[in-house]
């Protein structure tokens, strides 16, 4: 397919529970060493089905980004170590450096010096994503803008999407329950994932590559309202709840030890 020809997307991804199974802060607390940090890091798997969806979203023409409340470290170690870091067009997301020390300092992306971003919706007051999807949206004109996530902080970016656009929510964490109580502010269409093999399914499906992806539907015809994986099980509300108390305890473990 000629550059000519290709679509101009723009993917945007969460990392924590989106890209990877797991919460980078959290796992690093409770396993960092840190002689072996990046070994620690390295050892993050990542499913090949994500993989193969990112590698065919950058290989038809999209543009890849991701907006995270995790840090520069722990995104750019795990995806070097992964190797797709080259996928990626910016990483937008808590800047953190090791000290003389061996300290990793974390600043906010919204520094103490600024004035709050002032965002109504649940965003964290170190980083809006809403308002810094908005600065990638309007960068150019897009044909179409899918935004990929899970937690409260990205319902806001949610709400910035067009009728055109979608929404990639993982199903049964919190951004499907703000969805959900809110859906009035969600104009892109709303698709339910649960593993790496229902996000490779939509892409395919977004990108409009010949395939037969795995399915449960009454109708015929394959779109993207349709996409639920048939041997994945809905989490249970105690998983839900499970991560939602993971997400609570990261907010506390980033307010103690961010940096100003």
């Known amino acids: 397919m000629s550059s000519s020809t290709l679509a101009k997307r723009l993917f945007v991804f969460d990392?924590?529970?989106t890209l990877i199974e797991c919460d980078s802060d959290n796992w690093v607390f409770q396993h960092l060493n840190k002689d072996l940090y990046q070994v620690q890091l390295e050892s993050v798997g990542k499913d090949t089905d994500m993989i193969e969806a990112l590698t065919l979203m950058k290989a038809h023409g999209s543009e890849l980004h991701i907006l995270s409340d995790?840090?520069?470290v722990y995104i750019e170690t795990i995806l070097k170590a992964h190797k797709i870091n080259h996928l990626f067009t910016s990483i937008l997301t808590n800047p953190a450096k090791f000290d003389d020390q061996g300290r990793l300092n974390v600043v906010r992306f919204h520094g103490l010096d600024k004035a709050p971003h002032g965002c109504h919706l649940p965003c964290e007051p170190n980083l809006c994503k809403g308002q810094e999807l908005q600065k990638l949206i309007d960068s150019q004109d897009w044909d179409q803008v899918i935004y990929m996530g899970d937690s409260t902080n990205d319902f806001c970016p949610s709400t910035q999407l067009q009728s055109t656009d979608v929404v990639l929510a993982r199903k049964g964490l919190l951004l499907e329950s703000h969805i959900t109580k809110s859906p009035e502010l969600v104009k892109g269409e709303v698709v339910y994932w649960e593993n790496a093999?229902?996000?490779?399914?939509a892409t395919k499906i977004i990108l409009k590559i010949d395939s037969t992806p795995s399915i449960s539907s009454s109708s015929s015809t394959t779109s993207l309202s349709t996409i639920v994986a048939?041997?994945?099980m809905i989490p249970s509300s105690k998983s839900t709840s499970s991560l939602s108390a993971v997400e609570s305890e990261d907010s506390k473990?980033?307010?103690r030890t961010i940096k100003a």
């Open 230 to 232: 048939s041997n994945t």
């Open 197 to 201: 093999q229902d996000v490779l399914a």
């Open 15 to 17: 990392f924590d529970w």
């Open 253 to 255: 473990l980033f307010a």
């Open 70 to 72: 995790a840090n520069t």
